[in-house]
C-alpha cells in the first residue's frame, strides 16, 4: 500500500512539473502557445466581424460550401470575380 501511495505521489508531482513548464511557455512571447493563442484571438474576431455583417456572412458560406467542387484556380478566379 505503501509503495503505490508512493507511486501515485511520483507521477501527481512529475504531471505538476509539466503542467509549471507549460504555463510558463505560454507566458513567454514568441513561442508557439503564444502564436496559437494570438491565432486563436484573430479567428475568434475575424468570426465576430464576419457574423456580425449579414451580406458577407452569406456570400462566405456560399463560398465555403462551393469551394470542394472547385477544381482550378481559373475556377476560383472565377468565382472570386462573380462577387
Same mark, same amino acid.
Given at each position: 500500500?505503501v509503495?503505490?501511495? @508512493?507511486?501515485?505521489? &511520483? ?9 509549471? %513548464? ?11 502557445? @503564444? ?5 486563436? +484571438?484573430?479567428? %475568434? ?6 457574423? &456580425? ?11 465555403i ?6 477544381q @482550378?484556380? +481559373?475556377?476560383?478566379? %472565377?468565382?472570386?470575380? &462573380?462577387?
Amino acid at each position: 500500500m505503501v509503495a503505490i501511495n @508512493s507511486q501515485i505521489s &511520483s507521477y501527481e508531482e512529475t504531471t505538476q512539473n509539466i503542467a509549471r %513548464d507549460l504555463i510558463q511557455a505560454t507566458r513567454q512571447k514568441g513561442n508557439i502557445f @503564444s502564436k496559437l493563442k494570438e491565432q486563436v +484571438q484573430f479567428d %475568434d474576431k475575424l468570426m465576430g466581424w464576419t457574423m &456580425s455583417n449579414p451580406g458577407l456572412r452569406v456570400q462566405l458560406f456560399r463560398f465555403i460550401d462551393a469551394l470542394p467542387a472547385l477544381q @482550378s484556380k +481559373q475556377k476560383l478566379l %472565377d468565382i472570386f470575380n &462573380s462577387i
